[in-house]
């Protein structure tokens, strides 16, 4: 029919669309899923390193592991030390998603204070 040409071009410009929209959103939720994973991994690096009375290599474990811009969170409570990590999600991509990992550790005898 006459009125139906260019439909096809049409529909298949906008499942193109829908397509990369998709990836993209998959590749965003990929990454923050990978820095939530760094922020697990630096927060029980740090709080281990720290329970062994290792402040400069917990410094450096965090620099190494911890997406860019992480905050790092130290309680000592008594024998026991509690590290969270946390960051905005993407770099502020994502706004209100912060991502945080958090861990626990027991000081080894004759460890100062963190």
């Given at each position: 029919?006459?009125?139906?040409?260019?439909?096809?071009?049409?529909?298949?410009?906008?499942?193109?669309?829908?397509?990369?929209?998709?990836?993209?959103?998959?590749?965003?939720?990929?990454?923050?899923?990978?820095?939530?994973?760094?922020?697990?991994?630096a927060a029980r690096?740090?709080?281990?390193?720290?329970?062994?009375?290792?402040?400069?290599?917990?410094?450096?474990?965090?620099?190494?592991?911890?997406?860019?811009?992480?905050?790092?969170t130290v309680r000592?409570?008594?024998?026991?030390?509690?590290?969270?990590?946390?960051?905005?999600?993407?770099?502020?991509?994502?706004?209100?998603?912060?991502?945080?990992?958090?861990?626990?550790?027991?000081?080894?005898?004759?460890?100062?204070?963190?």
């Open positions: 029919m006459a009125g139906d040409r260019g439909a096809v071009t049409v529909e298949a410009a906008v499942a193109v669309a829908a397509l990369v929209l998709v990836l993209g959103l998959s590749l965003t939720g990929l990454r923050a899923a990978v820095d939530q994973i760094r922020c697990v991994d690096e740090v709080a281990r390193l720290l329970s062994r009375g290792d402040h400069g290599g917990s410094a450096e474990a965090l620099s190494k592991i911890a997406p860019s811009g992480a905050v790092l000592r409570d008594g024998d026991s030390v509690s590290v969270d990590v946390e960051v905005a999600a993407l770099g502020r991509l994502l706004p209100g998603l912060r991502l945080r990992g958090s861990a626990f550790a027991l000081l080894e005898p004759g460890v100062g204070e963190p």
